[in-house]
């Protein structure tokens, strides 16, 4: 105890300091607070104390007589624990004055309802309302700038967007004033009104620039809800995948307060003349994520968009990123003002990983347990947080992530305690824009308590999904940042959560080589087993009873409503869904149920997800430490012993010298003979999973699957792997299948949109159940048809670059 309390007088500060290259800041929060961890994000590193309680700590250090030391030990104790509800950080009311109502109604009343800041909120807002001053000679040497070192999950969203808000109001309060005085007009309520419409329409107050779509949207999503309140103001999300020309043309037509943008559609946008001389006069530039902004590359973005902004000093600049690396702090000193102020809430000693996560890692015996790995832990997190289990599965590719959704949307009636109340989302980067929005949106809404969100990394950074409980990893991530990005989705809002690595054998070393700094036991397949029968036994004793112990902890369901960006009504706010009972007879037979299914997968699927793995692991040979032979029989294993194939997919030499694997062909290796065309459905199935014998092909239960039905649970009408029936990802031509797409949504059902399973007539929850005279009438001889159009491009038959 006295050495904790020594450590805690050596921390003391009698002023609170932000320095970064010799300059220091008095923060305005020194005289408002006193500090110490809170719920939401990490302690700041310049931590402070009450100076009550620092003189006591010091005299306790100076009281040597040991007949002393307990008595003082105790006293400190008591103080302590008296000036315990003292020792916290600053409610947003106490921001009454210094913002304006509205803006406070937002935060502590609703959309909000938030009653404490976060340590980087607390760092920022104090500042205000003299952060929010607009340029001016009067306000020109005004330390205005700001570089905010804090990670994601720690609520700087609010601590950006409330000055920005705050400044443009000003702003445009300012302009009005000077307009009107400069013409004489002053208290004309007509000509002040026409000057105040044109000035939000040709001027834009915040622009905000963003390393993915999925954070730019989220921070849309907040600014429209602080802004609830308030006047109409203009949030305009400028991303791609969306509409080119409607953006273009609601920016052009609307209020132009704050945009959210990502650097391509940015520059884009910025081809036109109208929108280059709006962004032109942009007020407030903030850098979210800006560390993230450059490991994507996008520094020469950001320095062509900063080029047509006003100069610094005249526009106000901020800041965001995790980490401060030597390109960050160029791009520091391009961007921001010299008299910057540096605020560091990341401290030195802190884990790079939030303590309320427990990680472990599985390094699987064959590819043959991963599904079933897979599998058996969002059953065991089913139960574990029963009532609230809310997963994230990343994975490494495209491909891997739709066959990954495919197979557990389809296995999952059949295997989870939620049987077919499962809710299964997926987002890729092939999937439509507006699709990827809704498909987010309605995840994080989802209240049911046995969602999962199965993604590439397109989730990975920045993106808030409440409530996650377990994030699971399938494969190696490209590195040791980005696991501890994607770990980073769960154990956020000071919650706890749950990640778990799932490595195929040649990727033991991962673990090793780049996360030795981290603690990432390993679990065994039997010891995860042996936990999840554990649970189910407990379960199935009295399913009642466990559940209502379990729902009893939960707080009440809200209603989260969709962003204005979707177009989409908002989902209904639904409880917790009982599990089934008993649930140890499906688990435990996970590993059969999985063997028997993947008879119904087609070997094209596999094919590609095989290829696409073989180019991502083609990059990571360094992280594995091993030889690229290592990695080429990894995948081949992984695509007979994983997923059921007679030979492992062919790969020609010259391919795999594109792709960095140099290695000479062994006697075998050339796998099966090309087929006449290479989307031939195995088994006489379809793409993906289909068949037309209508036999079970094992023991996995009768299904009837549409000819037509594509990968990804959707029959040829919905679009194949995820996309159309005439393009690889695209959208249909057909204006029968945009109909049935746009019924589907209405009903809420179609997978693409929150990644609901159609279920059919007889309630058997297979999407791909048709009539007979449906599938007659798209046979076998059409979709040969469109199967060579599909791949029409993509490799003649013969060439040596064919795969």
């Known amino acids: 105890m006295a050495s904790a309390l020594a450590r805690t007088t050596r921390t003391t500060l009698s002023r609170y300091t932000h320095s970064l290259l010799g300059r220091t800041y008095t923060s305005p929060a020194a005289s408002l607070l006193l500090r110490r961890n809170v719920a939401i994000g990490p302690t700041p590193t310049h931590q402070f104390l009450g100076l009550r309680r620092a003189s006591t700590a010091a005299s306790l250090k100076q009281s040597d007589p040991v007949d002393h030391a307990a008595a003082d030990e105790a006293a400190l104790e008591e103080e302590i624990e008296e000036q315990d509800d003292a020792e916290r950080l600053p409610e947003f009311q106490s921001l009454e004055g210094s913002i304006h109502p509205l803006t406070l109604k937002a935060l502590v009343q609703k959309p909000f309802s938030l009653k ?307 809710r299964i989302y997926e987002i890729h980067s092939k999937k439509a824009q507006d699709t990827r929005f809704n498909t987010s949106a309605r995840f994080r809404a989802d209240t049911t308590g046995c969602s999962v969100l199965i993604t590439s990394d397109v989730s990975a950074r920045g993106v808030d999904y409440p409530g996650v409980t377990r994030v699971i990893q399938v494969g190696i991530p490209t590195s040791s940042s980005q696991y501890v990005h994607r770990v980073g989705r769960t154990g956020r809002a000071g919650k706890t959560g749950r990640s778990d690595l799932i490595l195929l054998p040649f990727e033991a070393s991962f673990v090793q080589t780049s996360l030795g700094e981290f603690s990432v036991p390993h679990l065994s397949v039997e010891e995860l087993q042996a936990q999840l029968f554990e649970l189910c036994a407990e379960y199935d004793s009295n399913p009642t009873a466990f559940w209502k112990d379990a729902i009893a902890k939960l707080p009440p369901v809200k209603q989260a409503p969709l962003p204005r960006f979707s177009g989409r009504r908002a989902p209904v706010a639904e409880g917790p869904r009982m599990h089934r009972a008993p649930v140890t007879e499906h688990v435990k037979v996970v590993p059969d149920t999985v063997k028997a299914f993947l008879t119904h997968i087609d070997s094209q699927a596999i094919d590609e997800t095989f290829m696409s793995s073989l180019g991502y692991y083609a990059g990571q040979v360094q992280n594995l430490r091993g030889s690229k032979r290592e990695i080429l029989d990894g995948l081949k294993s992984w695509a007979v012993d994983g997923c059921a194939q007679p030979v492992p997919p062919h790969v020609s030499v010259s391919f795999l010298n594109k792709v960095g694997f140099s290695v000479n062909e062994r006697p075998g290796d050339r796998g099966r003979e090309r087929k006449p065309h290479w989307g031939s459905p195995r088994n006489q199935g379809t793409y993906g999973m289909g068949r037309s014998d209508g036999h079970s092909g094992g023991n996995y239960r009768n299904r009837d699957f549409d000819e037509s039905a594509m990968w990804g649970g959707r029959s040829r009408d919905q679009g194949s792997y995820g996309g159309s029936s005439s393009s690889y990802g695209g959208s249909s031509s057909s204006p029968r299948s945009r109909d049935s797409r746009a019924a589907r949504r209405d009903e809420g059902g179609d997978a693409a949109f929150g990644g609901q399973v159609e279920r059919s007539d007889s309630g058997s929850g297979s999407p791909f159940r048709l009539t007979t005279d449906r599938r007659v009438g798209q046979g076998r001889d059409e979709y040969k048809d469109r199967a060579k159009h599909h791949w029409k491009g993509r490799g003649k038959k013969g060439s040596k670059t064919s795969y």
């Open 116 to 422: 404490t800041m976060s340590p980087v909120q607390a760092e920022v807002l104090p500042m205000l309302p003299l952060l929010a001053e607009p340029y001016s000679n009067a306000t020109k040497d005004n330390k205005r700038d700001l570089f905010v070192k804090a990670r994601t999950g720690t609520g700087k969203t609010i601590a950006f967007l409330v000055p920005a808000i705050e400044a443009r109001m000003k702003d445009i309060d300012a302009h009005v004033k000077k307009a009107l005085a400069d013409a004489g007009k002053v208290g004309d309520a007509r000509m002040e009104q026409d000057i105040r419409r044109n000035f939000v329409h040709s001027n834009v107050g915040t622009l905000i620039l963003s390393p993915t779509r999925e954070l730019a949207t989220q921070i849309a999503r907040e600014a429209q809800k602080l802004t609830e309140h308030h006047e109409p103001m203009g949030v305009h999300l400028l991303v791609g995948g969306m509409p080119r020309g409607a953006q273009l043309r609601n920016l052009l037509r609307g209020r132009k307060d704050i945009i959210v943008a990502t650097t391509g559609r940015l520059r884009d946008l910025m081809s036109e003349p109208d929108v280059l001389e709006a962004v032109s006069k942009t007020r407030t530039l903030v850098l979210d994520e800006a560390d993230t902004l450059l490991d994507m590359g996008f520094r020469p973005d950001i320095d062509a968009i900063s080029r047509e902004l006003p100069p610094k000093g005249e526009r106000q600049s901020f800041m965001f990123s995790a980490t401060v690396p030597a390109a960050i702090k160029s791009v520091a000193h391009e961007i921001l003002h010299p008299k910057f102020v540096y605020i560091d809430c990341v401290p030195k000693d802190a884990p790079v990983v939030n303590n309320d996560i427990t990680m472990r890692h599985t390094v699987l015996p064959s590819a043959a347990d991963q599904i079933p790995t897979i599998l058996q832990m969002i059953a065991h997190d089913q139960l574990v947080n029963a009532g609230a289990s809310k997963i994230v599965v990343f994975c490494n590719t495209t491909s891997m992530t739709r066959l990954l959704a495919t197979m557990v949307r389809e296995l999952a009636a059949d295997t989870l305690p939620s049987a077919r109340g499962s």
